[in-house]
């Protein structure tokens, strides 16, 4: 990914969001770069005493990364297999943030590195690694702000590498990322490799997403009854959002579950209208104003009709075309994809076509696009296809449902006066 | 006894369709020529040609499982 089309941290500011969701758990005001602030500000790392699944499980504590899985259950799996296999794990720290709509990771490295690797560490200790890599775009900023964290720790027992992982999109999905550290191959090995068994190096293998290791390390120490001081029962805890697109101020903000989502897009000081992508390029098109007041978590996100997946929040410029930036996504997709599985390798460049020649004006275009989706979700090794299928999906109900006169416009004038795209993709 | 679903590699598949010829009834293919596949366990009627359509595969892709 270049840096013009994927500004580092230095071009994303955080905002501290306006009272009620006022939090600073992940982000703190004055950044904690070096490991003395660090430890300043949350205390030394404690030796774990156990139980560390059961605390995951208490706090209901979802991966950051996309899926949102429930993090206890993988740290309960990897454990498992390690009294199972009886060889030490590996944790992976997955700090590549391959969505090019997502800039949260590396807000959150840049300001807290050392909360992050903590989360590792206390990870390894629970599950029983004696090694955790820190996977990061190579030659990133990412990168560097990590390898220098890691230099500035004390040396222990625990091995802790940061490497460098080709900047593509798929290169970030779990076992793919597996594959790399393996052989050197960035593509997904899908359901055929169970890593929390037999993953890095043929050894149970935890992998996860940086924000999440960032709050596993905080309710390590602090105890799933702090974390769930703030965000809703069945989602405790902050999360963090990256808001792009036409908003005045992007950027990236920790709020607590359940703020609403008007109250989110205030911190980037965007009204709740229009149409945004929310959740990233495997995300869903949703109308802001008719869900301004429901609350930002998973849940009430999906029963929304929306997804949190990666955290991101890209507003539509008001006459900008969900259209357009569904097929420039789709096609992205398509050249992002691993070509491993035939139904993505083929299905993804057809429905990428499809959607293109719609916004021409191609009314078949239509009745392929809802022949093929539902043909293609399901069948690849990893889910790269099904976000795919989900999003142009989404797109399709938007136009038909929402907003037929801009699609009978795209039907009659072969086209839209829509101002450039405004959806952030990197390198495929 | 458990039941039987036949589930593909997609990474190893490469499209040869024989497996369709095999058992048509239960396996299409799409446009591109990769099989679709029922979802759900096997009638016990179709396990035996279910796995004359494995064994047929050039590549071994497809593979009969037991599902508890």
Not at chain 1, 83 to 103: H, I, K
Not at chain 1, 126 to 136: H, P, Q
Not at chain 1, 159 to 178: D, F, M, N, Q
Not at chain 1, 317 to 340: F, K, M, S, V, W
């Amino acid at each position: 990914m270049s840096t013009a089309t994927h500004p580092g941290p230095a071009t994303y500011d955080v905002y501290r969001a306006p009272n009620p969701t006022a939090t600073d758990r992940l982000l703190p005001v004055r950044p904690t770069y070096g490991l003395a602030q660090h430890v300043a500000r949350i205390g030394p790392l404690r030796s774990t005493t156990g139980g560390l699944g059961q605390s995951l499980d208490a706090a209901g504590l979802l991966g950051r990364g996309g899926a949102g899985f429930p993090t206890g259950r993988k740290v309960h799996a990897v454990a498992a297999a390690v009294a199972r296999t009886r060889l030490p794990a590996v944790v992976v720290a997955n700090c590549c943030e391959g969505d090019p709509t997502s800039t949260k990771d590396r807000v959150l490295i840049s300001r807290s590195p050392h909360l992050v690797i903590d989360g590792a560490v206390i990870a390894a200790s629970a599950v029983g690694a004696d090694r955790v890599v820190l996977a990061a775009g190579e030659n990133s900023a990412t990168h560097r702000i990590l390898a220098a964290a890691v230099a500035e720790r004390p040396g222990t027992a625990l091995e802790i590498g940061v490497v460098g992982v080709p900047h593509r999109y798929i290169a970030s999905e779990a076992t793919a990322l597996v594959r790399f550290l393996n052989s050197g191959d960035a593509r997904p090995a899908g359901k055929l490799l169970p890593i929390w068994e037999r993953g890095v190096g043929g050894r149970p293998t935890l992998v996860d997403n940086a924000e999440t290791l960032a709050q596993l390390a905080l309710i390590s120490r602090f105890g799933p009854d702090w974390f769930a001081a703030v965000g809703t029962p069945a989602e405790p805890g902050t999360v963090l959002v990256s808001i792009g697109g036409a908003v005045p101020r992007p950027g990236v903000v920790e709020v607590p579950h359940g703020a609403p989502l008007r109250d989110v897009l205030a911190c980037a000081g965007a009204p709740a209208t229009g149409w945004a992508l929310l959740g990233g390029l495997a995300g869903r098109w949703i109308e802001l104003s008719g869900v301004a007041g429901i609350g930002y978590s998973t849940a009430q996100l999906a029963a929304a009709g929306g997804v949190r997946g990666v955290g991101s929040i890209i507003v539509l410029p008001p006459d900008g075309c969900l259209l357009t930036e569904t097929a420039r996504i789709l096609h992205y997709q398509a050249q992002a994809g691993a070509r491993q599985c035939g139904p993505c390798m083929f299905g993804l460049p057809a429905i990428a076509a499809d959607m293109t020649t719609l916004g021409r004006g191609d009314r078949g275009a239509l009745d392929r696009l809802r022949r093929r989706l539902p043909v293609i979700n399901g069948r690849g090794a990893c889910s790269h296809p099904d976000g795919a299928v989900a999003l142009a999906a989404s797109a399709l109900a938007a136009l038909t449902t929402h907003q037929p006169g801009h699609l009978r416009q795209h039907l009659t004038a072969g086209g839209c006066p829509a101002p450039a795209p405004v959806v952030p993709l990197g390198a495929a | 006894m458990s039941s039987r679903t036949l589930r593909v590699d997609p990474i190893s598949c490469r499209a040869h369709g024989l497996c369709a010829d095999e058992l048509p009834e239960v396996i299409v293919l799409d446009e591109w020529g990769y099989p679709i596949l029922p979802t759900g366990p096997l009638p016990p009627e179709w396990v035996r040609r279910a796995k004359s359509a494995a064994a047929a595969c050039p590549v071994l892709a497809l593979r009969i499982q037991n599902i508890p």
